[in-house]
């Protein structure tokens, strides 16, 4: 699976100067992050880490992933809308975890109360690994699906322009011809839009829900102009802000600073240290107001690693796609072997095997954002500590997924050059607009290939640990 530029990797000047207009050329581009300093000012920006050279990607792999990335939506549309099912499968869960609780708690009350929202929006990544089994064929296997806040949609928009410019001057200008356009800041951006459109106030504004601490504006940026761009006015707003200066009239629209909001994108809100009791409460207020929120509570339920792995079960996809019996064989042809760690007899043989093979497998606990899953004697000591404990409940445990490395350098601010051993995740990005019962759009809408030296199990590139890649189809 190799990409065609070994010879390159072993001439260190030739490097050294790519190097050079690489980083220039993303600065260019706008492949842009703030500074650790400064991460709420852009006095002073950096380029977002990226490799110097694309990595190889099998076609039929990357074929794959799209193909099954409306399907993908779909299930997550359905998970949403399926109160039954999502009561059921978290019901250990929310015993121990809080954050889950807390965010089930809301789905309840606000189903209670009667949905005002009636336009939806998803926007989310699927996240995959190649596999290289026993015989060495790799294979697609998920990671995960993220339903909320999926990132670097926008730079990954602006990334094979400077991996295309990387080619040329190290004499690779007919492999750059190949490098596959890919703007999924444009489809998100034409997601957002089409709520906006359906839910019907040409006065509204769109609302970017964002972190405390914006190192990644840019990337939302990229989202932003396209939607300014479209005459879509947007603002940028914290859960703090809402808490102060958001309210609902009669009809339960939502106002900020007296603007009618139509449509709230949420970049921030996925893990726990992102709420106090003001945030919560700013959180409730969002959910049941009529805006479009992306993604409602249910769907940022959808997410959960736990029902990734009931997901896995016999019978559940069909029960939540029925008549769709091809759709259910592309989703289950990427799952990786999944393992409830539920109280009882499963639970406890599952616990057992994970002890005695930890490098078999992946401990995840219910959070997005990277950095959180453990591996290997790590995995060991937490279920040696917790396997006679409903506490093992708030984990699933995965197969380890085991991808083909290659060389490549990751080129990062203030870091030395230097060759490493990499492996790559591929994610799809996927949009879909429903409005009541009817789907109005349901799209992939890009890629984004993240790359990391295999010395660093977890972490993506917000978490400071992966870097933006570009696919070169092999």
Known sequence: MAAPWEDVLRKEAAVREAARVAVDAALLAGVLMRTEGQPNASDVVNYAPFTLLPSAVPSALFEQAYAVQQDFNLLVDAISQNKEFL?????????????TAQLFRIHVQVLEEGLAQSVFLGINRSDY???????????????EINTIAASFGGLTSRTAAVHGQVLKVLGKSEEATRLLPNNPAKGLALGIA???ELYGSPSAV?????????????????????????????IRKRFRDVFEKGSLDDARRLYMDGQEVAVVYYREGYVPKNYDQQNWEARLLLERSRAVKCPDIATQLAGTKKVQQELSRPGTLERLLPGRPEAVARIRATFAGLYSLDMGEEGDKIAAMAIADPDRFVLKPQREGGGN??????????????????E???????????????MNYLLRAHSPLQVSECISELGIFGVYVRQGKEMVMNEAAGHLLRTKATEHADGGVAAGVAVLDTPFLV
Request: with cysteine; hydrophobic share 40%.
């Open 392 to 406: 093992r409940t708030s984990y699933i445990l995965m197969d380890k997924i085991k991808p083909q490395p290659a």
């Open 206 to 234: 769109v609302m970017f829900l964002v972190e405390e601490v914006q190192r990644n504006i840019f990337d939302q940026r990229c989202v932003e102009n396209e939607l300014w761009n479209r005459n879509i006015r947007v």
């Open 373 to 390: 899953n453990l591996y290997g004697e790590e995995l060991k000591q937490v279920l040696e500590k917790i396997r006679d404990s409903p």
């Open 129 to 143: 690994m190649f596999d290289c089994g026993v015989d060495g064929t790799p294979a697609l296997k998920q990671i």
């Open 87 to 99: 009561e059921h499968t978290l019901a250990s869960t929310i015993k121990v975890d809080d954050f």
């Open 194 to 196: 089409k709520a906006w």
